[in-house]
């Protein structure tokens, strides 16, 4: 079954559910100001691209099934398709930046890192600096786009700037990115993941892309990641698994088979064993 065709259980709400709210904005980007509290209890999916600049903020932003404090000097990223919500706290002022994909991808290289290690870590803390430099981007944009002839470039070049402090943010931040920047081959090993997980879960299909052995992208797992290369793949299975469970009404068997497994018992298995209940227990929490 080909997934966009499945019944979706959590709404997708597009970049025009929120022009009455926008501080300034154009057809493909909008830009929003975030003052005090703010409640949305049932999550819900986008399908653009959001960047959430804290300055003072508390509360709680739940993305993907996971609880993130929200606190001042934050970056928040969020890509099409995550499940979030949120509960902002009153004396929160905030800034977002809603993009479409089109638009997205004219910058999209700047964040240097595969889109996966960003969806894994979606809120990173920020230096007094990196924030000062953000937020001195995120205004520039706002003003850029209140001219009568916005300079659409100039945008462009703003938003790409926002995504490399970002990105430099992340890889001080989390080790893995720097192990990414530092190690080309486990790059790319990660975005093979994210392009084959469905139907490739053996380490040797990887390692023969990369032109070694299954037995030294193991070791170069383990060396800088701290885990196996199977288990690389295997979070990539079941982060997609947790997705497709809150998001659609696709059966348990339907969902084995979109990603890949021959039967649902297996998959069942495999979910348990990878996040400790099952399929069905999960997806009755949503």
């Not at 949305?40 to 959430?52: A, G, L, T, V």
């Not at 230096?127 to 706002?142: G, M, P, R």
């Not at 920047?181 to 990369?210: G, H, T």
Request: glycine fraction near 4%; proline fraction near 3%.
């Amino acid at each position: 079954m080909d997934k966009r065709n499945a019944t979706i259980w959590a709404p997708v709400i597009g970049l025009d559910g929120f022009r009455k709210e926008q501080t300034a904005g154009r057809e493909e980007l909008l830009f929003n100001e975030l003052h005090g509290e703010r409640l949305i209890e049932k999550p819900h999916k986008h399908d653009f691209f959001i960047i959430n600049l804290f300055d003072q903020a508390s509360g709680v932003h739940t993305i993907d099934s996971v609880d993130y404090p929200i606190k001042g000097h934050q970056v928040h990223v969020l890509f099409p398709g995550q499940l979030h919500k949120w509960h902002i706290h009153k004396g929160t002022v905030g800034y977002q930046l809603m993009i479409e994909r089109s638009f997205f991808e004219h910058f999209a290289p700047f964040f240097r890192f595969s889109f996966t290690n960003y969806q894994n870590h979606p809120v990173i803390d920020l230096t007094a600096e990196a924030f000062t430099q953000l937020h001195y981007e995120f205004e520039s944009v706002k003003k850029e786009l209140t001219r009568e002839n916005t300079l659409v470039p100039l945008i462009t070049a703003r938003a790409g700037v926002i995504a490399a402090i970002v990105s430099r943010e992340a890889e001080q931040v989390f080790t893995e990115f720097k192990v990414y920047q530092s190690i080309p081959r486990l790059a790319k090993f990660n975005m093979l993941i994210d392009e084959f997980f469905r139907e490739q879960k053996l380490v040797v299909f990887y390692a023969e892309k990369l032109h070694i052995s299954p037995n030294y992208l193991n070791i170069l797992c383990k060396k800088h990641l701290k885990i196996s290369a199977t288990q690389l793949i295997h979070q990539r299975i079941s982060v997609e698994a947790k997705r497709l469970l809150q998001s659609t009404e696709l059966s348990i068997k339907e969902i084995a088979f979109e990603l890949g497994f021959a039967d649902q018992a297996y998959f069942s298995n495999f979910f348990k064993l990878q996040t400790g209940v099952s399929p069905s227990d999960f997806r009755e929490k949503r």
